[in-house]
């Protein structure tokens, strides 16, 4: 998770990892620190985790950033049209003390618009990894309902987030939660998401739904054998 905060908050919690007793929680700053392995304390970090995204959504939708977001804008038509009228004033002024002084001032207003710019590229890749969180807390069930019926879903996924996924399966915990979401990019969990709903709306049976069906068939074949049995039994007598 990035640092919505902006700020090098202490307490922004940026993910977590799980080693033996310990939750090791990394921090702004490559802070660390240990706490006790509980799933009472597992849940308290998630649970952080998951309002900072709605912080961070509150912060890149306000009127205050959108305010910013046009200023860059504006700043780049200023100079696209002042590379033009560059050329012209220096034809016009030569290379005298007005064009020099003049330019001088192009070139502080371009380097604060560059220096801008920067910070506005920082939070579009902030606004994308807040956009990645969202989708996953607004389909959170729905997602990890279809991984755990069909754990072959995981085609397309990251190495890395695929063996993450499949262990946490393995312990019996929920396939992905808010901390999974760091190393899941934002077009695999809209593919996840994407193959859940397709075959939701055609009905596909899941790997689940077969192996209940299996299961129900060999219960009824075995009645069936048992029933047959005392009707056999009952005519000898």
Not at 49 to 62: A, C, D, P, R, W
Not at 81 to 108: C, D, E, Q, R
Request: with cysteine; hydrophobic share 35%; net charge positive.
């Amino acid at each position: 998770m990035k640092n919505y905060s902006l700020d090098n908050e202490s307490d922004f919690i940026l993910g977590y990892k799980k080693k033996d007793n310990k939750i090791i929680v990394r921090l702004p700053k490559r802070k660390k620190f240990e706490i006790f392995n509980t799933r009472e304390n597992e849940e308290k970090i998630i649970k952080k985790m998951e309002h900072q995204v709605e912080y961070g959504e509150l912060i890149f939708t306000s009127d205050k950033y959108k305010g910013y977001d046009k200023y860059i804008k504006d700043a780049a038509l200023y100079l696209l049209l002042h590379s033009p009228t560059s050329i012209i004033t220096y034809n016009f002024w030569g290379n005298n003390f007005a064009y020099k002084l003049w330019l001088s001032l192009v070139i502080l207003e371009t380097g604060i618009i560059g220096v801008s710019s920067v910070c506005h590229y920082g939070t579009k890749y902030y606004k994308k990894d807040i956009e990645k969180h969202q989708l996953f807390l607004n389909n959170k069930k729905e997602i990890n309902s279809f991984i755990e019926e069909n754990p072959s879903c995981l085609d397309g996924i990251n190495k890395r987030a695929r063996t993450e996924i499949e262990d946490r399966m393995v312990d019996l915990e929920e396939p992905i939660n808010i901390n999974t979401v760091n190393i899941i990019k934002l077009k695999e969990l809209k593919l996840l998401l994407e193959k859940a709903r397709f075959c939701d709306s055609l009905k596909i049976e899941s790997v689940s739904d077969v192996i209940e069906k299996e299961k129900n068939d060999l219960i009824d074949k075995y009645d069936n054998n048992n029933h047959t049995k005392k009707l056999g039994l009952k005519g000898v007598n």
